[in-house]
Each structure stands twice: as structure tokens, then as C-alpha cells.
């Protein structure tokens, strides 16, 4: 991609060398957006700025959203002159988005860095390469920064930054002219840029020189009059010192002026730096280096086919044993890079509060290779001392823990022969010719060997391979400790991280340094995610519950930090990680803020319970009904029970039945809700019924029914009263289930139809009491019973629960054709509602 800013927008994109393809926007609103993100490359330009660069004072309501569709539209855009290249370019990052630009796209980078290295030249007094450099940046000059895209106060800041810096350029040149003797060449140049700059004395000083040197002293003193004229005149101000000191050599008729001050000097040569020996400075070798044999041998594959300019970045979570393997494998490498394998830690030292600079990088690592030890601190001579070192040679350079692709860019190999391995938390995804190697935990038998064969010690260890060498030196330490009795240790959460230390190694200061080093909203929102329930993946909704945001954007640049990992859309929070995240969110976040964010998280999961088509996460909805009574939120605990009622029902989960609703009953107690208090008790009923305690199923459905008539709930006060009735039929009490069944009938029937679960329940009820009924007035119960069963399946069509239809649709089968007795249907009757209760897939 080419990226041209000084003058007129143009964007264009050229495949394989071919030639080159405009993809300029046309959208005025479009380019303001791109040439914000250019005027700020590799910077985050924040979503306020960008819709006051849009809009100035008067935004609309949907500026936001508008932002995010221009956004998308530049996305494509650029994926449509590159392939993936707007995904990879264009990025979101807290509090806004970044545009990635390699230092040779954009033609404004380019003219700084030419006009920097001409002020070095100029300084230098290498006038002819002062002279040339200072050309070619203004040459890429074609005219107002960004003349066809309109501006507000960032692009207005910009455009005079620039144009002071052209201006500065223009003047710095014709100085390295002026020493080179071209005052005849220059006198029309500056002729015409005194006319358009008619108050930049340094430009009117130069034309006075040109024509002195050319023997017009009387056209340079009339230079100078006019100048003065105009600095009075407009602005009451007489010319600078040096200026009049200039005047004053005219009028002397100075001899000096008439030459150059001194010859231009050639650049010295550079300093020859001496081919050093074969120098290894690495890390002693791990002799406890164990596993990871498919990624060595991907490593040393890349590292050995890895073309000119090339690198490798090893990246993954924190203690996932990046710089171990990296160190492992430029080990076993010597005979691939004969002239030298270097290592350099770039993390800030003792006290630093900054990673390692460039300069102080490429410092360190001419002294490892033998060069000379009093360097230049000039950022330029580091960069080139270093790289005519690595020329023709064959070395492998090891950076560990880099910061950013502008810390590491000016430290890698661009020569055949020599390469990188790169180590770091984040993959640098700007860097030309990155080949990525992503680390994540060992495999299952794998981890467990490593810590005498305990799988359970492995996984609480989340197969971290920093936390099983902890692990691993606690057992060597201690011959009395045992993989299982590890395990026990590990098996409290609340002290995991301060059992993972042995000596130096520190699970929890490895992890704590990976979140720190993270920015504020990234830090905020891994605290946040912890609260969700452990071990599931989760999409944005959850996210966003827990964040009360977006999250869209946060997740990708955790995912980036690997600070969670994700899959087809997903995430998920590694294991110690969580555990890190959850004692941050204990130290960091008022406690106000957790209830609330645990609140919308229980909302948020019972809606998605209660509406979805598939059946629920049932270990996830009981974790959190348990998650929502210990944070006291009643009617979350209330709600989130409610959904997993009929799942519970169905796959005849009774502990968890009982442990959720016991929770929910206590919950509606202490908030006051008798409607919910009553549908807890008669479910509990249901379920000490499905165990045959029918004493305590009558308790239950007791309790209910008073709480429901108090609570003037009529669904629940049927349907504790078709509980009480099916207990006496099953004692073969017909004349009181027959009483029971009446007001129950009615109270789910009058004034409006109850739920059709509950009336199907009724229907239910009714059917077995006329199965079981033996008086002499009901000599059709079996045809009762019929239509009882026939009301049940058209219910059970309308719920959609396949299980209680084929329960209706058996029951209709077995229905006996001559009138049995009542002694003879009895016995069926517990086989019949018991099928009503639990799953039943046989569905004809």
C-alpha cells in the first residue's frame, strides 16, 4: 500500500509488482476519517477526536454509529486493493482505532525522515548529502497537505506542522546549496519563494548572499530595503540582528561573504568495525528442558528456511515457556548460524519505567558482538554500525519480551543469512515478514508426566508449564509430598497462585506483570470477565454484561495480550488467569460495582435460558444460581432457578433440583415474594414426590398453597392443590382427591385459562382419578380417563415438550378396554405419573 497525504489524497495498492491500483476514497466524510488515522499513524486516534475531525461542534446522535459504518466501509476498502489487508491494517483499540502503516507507505513519514537525516548531514557539514536528502523530501511535496479533504482542528494542526517542517526543509537545502557555491542557480529560486514568504527574513538573507556572490551588491541591499519596508509597515518592527549584521557586511564590501565558510565536506568515512569472532552470548541451556517437540521442530524449520528479512515471533500467554523454547532452540542451532547466535532481554530494567529503547538496544548488542565499547549514543550511526556488522554474516538473534514493532523494527536482520526469534506477550502484527509461532498449554499426558503422573495436579496447574516446573520443583524439594497430596493442595482456589512459588519462580508475579503491563480498559475489563463462570466460553453478551459496554474491541485486545484465548467467535479465561483476574477484581473494583455487573451478568444468562430453543447449560445456570444467593441478589436467584425448572425435571438432575430451588425458597423468603416462595415450595413437592417422601412432598405442597392463596397466585394454588390430590390418589384416598381436584380445576380454568403446563397437570390428575374411581355413578371412567389423557396430549402438542406428549400418547395406549377393577388399575397408577415426570423419548 502507498498512502500520499502531501497534497491531494491518494491511496494506491499494487499486487506482485504489477502496476499500481487507486483505491482513494471518493466519500468526503471517508477521507476525513482515513487522513485523521494517516496524519496519526501507528497511533491510537480516539473515537472523540474522530467525530469532532467529522463533525466539529455539532455531532449528530448517531455519531457513533455513523463512525463505526465509516470504519467498516475503509475496512473494506482497503481489503479490496490488498486482501486482509484492511483487517490487518485497520484495528480497534481502546479509545478508538489504529491505523498500521509501514515506514515506507506513507509519503509524510518518509519526508521526516528524510529531512531528519538531512539536518544530521547538514550539522555534519556533509553539504552535498544535506543538499540531496533535503531535495527528495521536498520533492514529495504535491502541493497543501490533504488539499481535497476538509479539515478540522487535528488535520489543521497537522497541515501547519508539516508545512513549518517543509518550509524548515526548504531553508536547510539552499543553506547546503549556498556552502556548495550554487548562489547562480539559486537567485530565481529565491526570488520567487521571498515573494511568496515575503516576512521570512532567512529567506531574504539567502537571496542577499546569492547576489553578493554574483557581484550585484546593489540588488542585495535593495533586497534588505524592502524587506525592512514591509517589517514596518505591516508588523512595526525593524529586521533581526542577524539580518542587520548581514546588511552591514554588504555594505563593507566583506570579502568573506564572497566564499563559501568552508568546503563541503565529503562524509567521513565510517568508522570500520572490525568483523568480530563468532560470539555466542545466550542463556545457559535449560537442562531440565523437557516436551514442546512439535513446536522445536516447527521453530528450527522456520528459523532455517526463513528468507531475507524474515523473523519469528514466539508469542502466547504469560508462562506458557516462550523464552525457554526460543533459548532451546538457538542452542541447537550453531551449525545454521556459525558467526553468532546474541540474546537480548528488552524489558525495562530495575526501576525503569520504560521498555528499552532502540538506541540502547542496538548499544548492547555491538558490545555483546565484540564492537567497539565506547559506541556513538546518534541513533542514526547505532543503526548502521549494527546493521554493516550483521552484512554477510550468518547470525541469530534472540529479542526477548519486545514491547512493540517500533522498539524491535531498527534491531532485525534485513540481509540474507541472519534472522530473529522474537518473544513476546503480543504479536507484533505490523512487522514486514513475521512468521508467528503460537504458544499454548502442553497436551494432557504431556503435563502430567512432568509432575510424577498426576492428571489432576496438571490441570489445576492449567498445564501452564510455568506452573508445572513450580509444581515439579515443590515435589523434588519435598520427597515426602506426592503428586495426589499436590493435588489436594492445589484443590482450594483461594490459595492456588501462593502454592504455585518455588524459590524465583512465581506463577502469580509472571501473570500479575502480563496484566500490568496492559492499559487501563484492557486491566478493567479482565477483572470484570472473572466474574463470569468459570471454565465456559463465552460470547459477547455475557461480556457485555459484565462490562456494561461493548466489548467488541476489548476482548480482541485481550485476546492479542493473550490474556484470554478464542475460538470461532469465543472466549475463554484460562484457569490460573481467571484466579489472577478474581483477586484484582477483590483488590481493585468497589464492591457496588461487582454486585451490579454480577447482576446484569444472572439477567443476561437466565433471558438466554428462558428464550432459548436448546436446552440450557445446566452446570452454568446452577453455578450461578449459587453465584446469585451469595451476592444477595434474590430475584436473580429466583429467576435463574425458575429457567432450569423443567430442564431439571426432565433429566432427573435431583441434586441439583433441590440445591437451586432451596436457595431460590430462602431467597424468596428474605425478599418478600410470596408468588415465587409459592412456585419453590410446590416445586420442591415435585420433587420429594419423585422420591417417594410423600410426607414431605405434603409438607411442601402445604406450604405452597398457603403461600400461593396469600400471594392470590391462582396458577400455583392449583397446582398445589393437584399435587395434594395425585398424594391421596396414591394412597387410593379418591373421595379427597376428588375434593382437592374441584377448587383446583377452577382456580386454573376461572377467570382466564392457566398455563397449559399447569392444566395439563389438572388434566392429569383428573384421568388417574377416574382410572382409579370404583363408584357405582362412574361406570365410564376408562372413557373419562380418555378424554382426560386426549386433553393432556393436545396441551402437551401446545407446549411443544415432546416428553410430556409421549407420556400422553402411552398413557392413552394402555388404557384398558372392559372395565377393570379398581383393585386392578391401582398398582398401574405410579408407573403412569412417574412417566409423566421424566424423560421419555420414545415418542411413536
Sequence with gaps: MRYRILGPMEIEASENGGAPRSCTPHAAKLRVVLATLLVRANEVVSVESLIDELWQDAPPRTAMTTLQVYVSQLRKLLDGADPGHGRAALLTRRPGYLLRVGKDELDATVFESLHERGRRALEADDHANASELQRRAIALWRGPLLSDTPHGTLLDTASVRLAEARTTALDQRIRADLQLGRHRELIAELQSVTAEQPLREEFHAHLMVALYRTGRQADALRVHARLRRTLVDELGIEPGPGLRRLHQ??????????????????????????????????????????????????????????????????????????????????????????????????????????????????????????????????????????????????????????????????????????????????????????????????????????????????????RLPLALRVAAAQLAARPHWTPASLAVRLREESTRLDALRAGDL????????????????????????????????????????????????????????????????????????????????????????????????????????????????????????????????????????????????????????ESTHTLALDAAARCGDLAARARMLRSLGDLAWQHRHLDRAAEFYGRARRAAETADDREEYGRALVGLAELRLDTGATTEAAALLRPALAALTAPSPAHPRARYEARRALALLALQSDTPHTPDHPDSARTHFTACLDLATTLHDPRLEAYARRSLRTLPAPSPTAVEIRPGLWRLRRGGTLADRSCP
Excluded at 550453531?334 to 530494567?349: E, I, N, T, V
Excluded at 555483546?368 to 547470525?395: F, K, M, N
Excluded at 463465552?538 to 462490562?547: D, Q
Excluded at 490474556?563 to 464492591?591: I, K
Design 249 to 462: 557586511r554588504i555594505l563593507d564590501g566583506d570579502a568573506a561573504l564572497l566564499r563559501p565558510r568552508a568546503a563541503s565536506k565529503a562524509p567521513p568515512p565510517p568508522r570500520p568495525v572490525a568483523p568480530p569472532a563468532p560470539v555466542v552470548a545466550l542463556p545457559p541451556a535449560d537442562q531440565a528442558f523437557t516436551g514442546r517437540t512439535g513446536e522445536l521442530t516447527e521453530l528450527e524449520g522456520l528459523l532455517r528456511d526463513a528468507p531475507p528479512g524474515a523473523s519469528v515471533v514466539v508469542t502466547g500467554m504469560p508462562g506458557t515457556g516462550k523464552t525457554a523454547l526460543a533459548v532451546e532452540a538457538a542452542h541447537r542451532m550453531a551449525d545454521a548460524f556459525p558467526d553468532g547466535r546474541l540474546f537480548l532481554d528488552l524489558r525495562p530494567g530495575p526501576g525503569a519505567g520504560r521498555p528499552l529503547a532502540p538506541a540502547e538496544a542496538m548499544a548492547r548488542l555491538l558490545r555483546r558482538a565484540g564492537g567497539d565499547p565506547h559506541i556513538t549514543s546518534d541513533a542514526a550511526e547505532l543503526e548502521d554500525s549494527w546493521h554493516r556488522l550483521l552484512t554477510g554474516r550468518r547470525v541469530l538473534l534472540l529479542l526477548d519480551n519486545a514491547a512493540s514493532e517500533a522498539q524491535i523494527r531498527p534491531l532485525l536482520p534485513v540481509t540474507a543469512g541472519s534472522t530473529a526469534i522474537i518473544t513476546s506477550r503480543r504479536l507484533p502484527a505490523g512487522l514486514a515478514g513475521m512468521r508467528p509461532l503460537v504458544l499454548g498449554p502442553l497436551g494432557e499426558a504431556e503435563s502430567a508426566a512432568l509432575i510424577g503422573g498426576s492428571t489432576e495436579a496438571a490441570e489445576l496447574c492449567g
Design 506 to 657: 512465581d506463577v502469580r508475579e509472571r501473570l500479575l506483570a502480563a496484566y500490568e503491563s496492559c492499559p487501563a480498559p484492557e486491566r478493567r475489563a479482565f477483572r470484570l470477565l472473572s466474574l463470569l463462570p468459570p471454565g465456559d466460553p463465552f460470547g459477547p453478551e455475557p461480556a457485555a454484561a459484565v462490562l456494561d459496554t461493548d466489548p467488541a474491541g476489548v476482548l480482541d485486545d485481550l485476546a492479542d495480550a493473550h490474556l484470554l484465548t478464542t475460538h470461532d467467535g469465543r472466549y475463554r479465561l484460562p484457569p490460573l488467569l481467571r484466579l489472577l483476574a478474581a483477586e484484582r477484581l477483590a483488590a481493585e473494583e468497589p464492591p457496588e460495582t461487582v454486585r451490579a455487573a454480577t447482576r446484569r451478568m444472572c439477567d443476561t444468562y437466565a433471558a438466554a435460558a428462558e428464550s432459548a430453543q436448546a436446552a440450557p447449560d445446566r452446570p452454568t445456570l446452577v453455578r450461578l444460581v449459587r453465584t446469585a444467593y451469595d451476592a444477595a441478589l434474590w430475584a436473580q436467584t429466583i429467576r435463574l432457578a425458575d429457567a432450569l425448572t423443567d430442564h431439571l425435571e426432565t433429566h432427573a438432575a435431583w441434586q441439583d433440583w
